[in-house]
């Protein structure tokens, strides 16, 4: 599922999407594709697979978490923050979660957006892709841009204009964009404060703040919330509520942020004067609710607020999903199908013979559904097909 935008510098938008799992109904056929891996024999070269015992998945993990410690301490940037997650179950869903975006993980199969006892998601993060100007003969997948009649466009200085399709992601089921060195990622790297200096998370801790958290090493706060979050006037630690300081009106919420700076694949600057960060400029605040109400049990919404926080504005952007899917259990994948109704802008997925991991027990039904976004208030259009023309959010 994907979404095309535009973003100018320094604006915000949030896109409300959702998780949701409900009991099977009447199927329709349409193949889930898997892509052909390779197997090679260097560690950064390597894709999980799915059916890795849990040493080859330890081994992994173990390369990549050592390579990421060289590459921050490379980086020694301190607003970049350590890996961090969470496992939401503030409704009828267990879900590990991480602070580069990823919802589940390969090899994850305790909390793998689990419902009714049954694991349903492999992998699931959003990415952000954007035509963006760069070098001539920069990169493999640099291309002249052209015109609507297939003419190669020229800057003010009468140069040809050559571009490239940037993505920035921050997944691992896929190898993750890794250097060809395999010494740096080229992906979402999760903030420890913001320009202000006001944290986002407990640098200290390896978990993601979330709303509910109590404080268990008696230091009187909840163990996953920084230092930071203390009120001096209310003499107590306040949850940074999106529409309330101090509440959050779900179950539970978590929150993080996250940007693309370490993007280093392709010669483009998002920040005049200076060479040492790349990536789009792209900065996504992400919150994550859950309600145990009957009527949202088997949902998680995932709001994700984007900024633009470059000297650029970004005129051709996607946003979208990657997501993979073992609906019934991490063994029960192979035939797994989809399907995508874009009257109501829901991809949603089944097991083919509605067989799990577990005897007995059939699967559900997999669902991801676009709620909302900002649209264009002045073009006349229903941008997000929700029935409302020249709808403005301001």
Known sequence: MKLKIEISRTFIFPLLVSLFITVPFNTLSSQWRFFE???ETAMHELIPEKDWPEWKYRDYYNWRNTALTRQLNDENDPQILRRQKAILVGNKISAEIWNFGSISSPG???SDIVWEGLGYGYEFGPFICAEVEVTPFSHQDAYIKTDELGNPVINEEGDTVWV???I???LVSLGGEVS???QEFWGWQPLAYNNELVPYADPNSNYIPTSNDVDRDGDGKPDSWPEGWYNENLKDFEWPGALKQGASNSDME???VVDDRTNKEFEYYPINNDSTRKGLGIEIECRYY????PLAE???FLIYKVTNVSDKDLEEVIFGMWGDPHVGGSANWQDDLSFFDQDINMVYCWDEDGVSDVSGRPPGYFGYKFLESPGNPYDGIDNDNDGMIDESRS
Request: net charge negative; proline share 4%; no cysteine.
């Open 37 to 39: 891996k390779k197997d």
């Open 108 to 110: 994850n199969h305790t």
């Open 164 to 166: 490239a399709r940037v």
């Open 168 to 170: 920035s992601d921050g």
């Open 180 to 182: 060809p060195d395999g």
């Open 254 to 256: 978590s929150f993080f």
């Open 290 to 293: 859950q309600w145990s109400n």
């Open 298 to 300: 088997d949902i998680i």
